[in-house]
């Protein structure tokens, strides 16, 4: 494999499951692969368990990690082709790309989209721009209308905690304070889509995801219906796709509480809102996955990197 930025680019998701189980259980393995190889990790924007999960990876491997925050710490970069520089950029991709690949021998780049522009988001500009002038292997760490490495982490912590062969998996639009991008549902409805289990998606009228991801997965506007014999509740908010980046809906009518989740084991990314996204009472339960899945985040990482330091 040379980049990994999109859910698309794992093969067989069941294999690749197994193979993060081995990593888990023997974490340092492989810990010379990685020898005299730098990773480089570039941050258009804040990030937790990202930041330290994919540097634990790549530490696992033998890889030396350097890391940047490019807002505000790195010059402004211009991504447009032809552009007269005469505003707030001062470095072109062209150049910061071709000179970041001389210190590294992975990139990895996290950028948000900026809801306002459904187009530029969907190009994926800022990922696209690392892919075509970089002249080393990209990995998103969340990027417009992705968050791959989260999706694949999900994918193993299900596999992981389920009791049954083909389980229900929920993924649930909640309310947020802010419009937030698509990317972690769009890369949790694509793996799910590649696993052997009944997946559907409740969300409010107004706020269906990207067709072009959902496909043929059912959608439900009803929470309470999709939530029937639910084994995993994986909840996320989102702003509108249709009416694109707006906040449509504020009430906490569509909160996960004990109550609605039943025996189903809750999942989120993290970073979660208390009493907004999800009441104390599940976060502080045993129902909660998100301590797991926040673990998971790492093998997930160390994973990708080893496939692609394979094939170096
Ligand atoms: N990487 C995991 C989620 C990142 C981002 N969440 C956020 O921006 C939450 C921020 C807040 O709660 O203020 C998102 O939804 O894509
Ligand atoms: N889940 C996740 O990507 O967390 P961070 O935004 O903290 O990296």
Redesign the pocket.
Known sequence: MKNYTSIKDIEHIDNWIQEAKELKRKPLNNNLLGKNKTLGLLFFN??L??RLSTQKAALNLGMDPIVMNVTGDAWGIEFGDGTVMNGTTAEHIKEGAAVISQYCDIIAVRA?PTLTDKEKDESEEVLESFVKFASVPVVSM?SATG?PL?GLTDAITISENTTKKKPKVVLSWAP?V?A??H??ANSFTQAMQKMDVEFVITNPEGYNLSSEITKDTPIYHNQEEAFKDADFIYT???SSYDDYGKILKTDLDWMITKEKIGDAKFMH???V?RNVVVEDAVLDSDSSLVIAQANNRTYAAQLVLKKILENL
Do not use: D, G, I, Y
Request: net charge positive; charged share 25%.
């Open positions: 804040s990030s368990r990202t948000f969340e968050h989260q947020h802010k937030l991008p990317a972690v996320k908010n989102w990314c993290l970073p809102r």
